[in-house]
């Protein structure tokens, strides 16, 4: 997966921040709650930039070869407090920094970075541009086909995702039903009102079950917008 970071034991809050400051290097970032959930995900993909793991405890070692042994992107740890024999033993593990956690998210991120430029340079491979799309809690990757609300991944089929994509690009603008089957459904298949509803209320369920705050409005005798609630 190019363009892509793990970030393993984040915080939500952690999370959400650094994703926005990665985001404008053309980088998303993927969670993983613990060591365990970063080594299935490595299983299935090795294919990212780097892995940056936050703990607050030891218990990262043990399983710091594993994930050395399924991926050759860069590894950074990152603590609260720094331990100069912990970070002995986090390097011969396989990390390749040790470092306290910075004071703020454009300094990690700016760490990240120098070792991902490393990495890429030695390997030779480039950081392509993305199409990404933020608006408040919300992150759409249109190269990746990914969606993500309040920092999970919520997944969208085609007419889903491209009717999201389209509302959420457009904030505040209302869509008549006609310019919605026009830009969505277009080509041959004629959908019926009941295909546009459908998604619309498919799309809604989604939103409400992460609590995302935003909501895709009807207005009255008119047709439909994206609208961030006021925080």
């Known amino acids: ?33 613990d060591m365990l959930e970063a080594i299935e995900e490595l299983s299935r993909d090795n294919h990212y930039l780097q892995v940056a793991i936050f703990s607050e405890g030891r218990d ?62 030695l390997n030779q491979h480039s950081i392509k541009q993305l199409n990404i799309l933020s608006q408040g809690c919300i992150f759409i990757s249109v190269d990746y086909h990914k969606v993500f609300i309040n920092t999970q991944e919520v997944t969208f089929p085609r007419r889903e995702f491209d009717l999201l994509y389209l509302l959420v690009s457009n904030p505040g603008r209302v869509f008549t039903q006609e310019q919605l089957y026009e830009q969505i459904w277009s080509g041959d298949y004629v959908p019926t009102e009941n295909s546009l509803h459908s998604c619309l209320r498919r799309i809604r369920r989604k939103l409400e079950a ?17 609208q961030q609630d006021d925080t």
């Open 60 to 121: 990262f070692l043990p399983n710091l070869k594993i994930l050395r042994g399924l991926t050759k992107a860069p590894i950074i740890v990152m603590k609260h407090h720094y331990d100069g024999t912990e970070k002995i033993e986090a390097i011969e593990a396989g990390a390749d920094e040790y470092i306290q956690w910075p004071d703020t998210i454009q300094e990690s991120v700016a760490s990240g970075r120098a070792l991902i430029r490393r990495y890429t340079e």
């Open 210 to 226: 992460v609590r995302a705050p935003c909501s895709i409005q009807n207005v009255r005798g008119v047709g439909y917008r994206f």
């Open 1 to 33: 997966m190019e363009n892509w970071v793990l970030a393993v034991g984040y915080s939500h809050e952690q999370f959400s921040e650094t994703q926005k400051e990665w985001l404008k290097y053309d980088v998303f970032i993927r969670m993983a709650s």
